[in-house]
């Protein structure tokens, strides 16, 4: 194989993590999905680089394709938390 896809930015696209479960409303918890996308190239995005490119593999990143991006951010934040009502 020469190119993976990876799942990177989609926990913090969709709320992944449950950490994102004791944000108290959503207004804060978009604020929060918007940082975390922002923050990926510090240490995610160059973490898998680095793997794939010591491997001669591709590495792609679906879930930040800027379409995909924009889907995620236009998606109210109650509905990325199950079982979470809207406050």
């Known amino acids: 194989m020469k190119v993976i896809l990876t799942g ?8 992944g993590y ?3 479960k004791s944000i108290p409303n959503d207004k804060i918890l978009h ?9 990926l190239h510090n ?14 593999i ?7 394709d ?9 998606i109210p934040a109650h509905f990325k938390l199950w079982g979470k009502p809207p406050v």
């Open 8 to 15: 990177e930015g989609a926990d913090e696209l969709f709320a």
């Open 18 to 20: 449950t950490f994102y």
């Open 31 to 39: 604020t929060e999905l918007r940082r975390s996308v922002k923050n």
């Open 43 to 56: 240490i995610n995005l160059q973490r898998i680089d680095r793997l794939t490119m010591a491997h001669s």
């Open 58 to 64: 591709e590495g792609r990143v679906p879930f930040l």
């Open 66 to 74: 800027l379409k995909m991006i924009e889907l995620g951010q236009i």
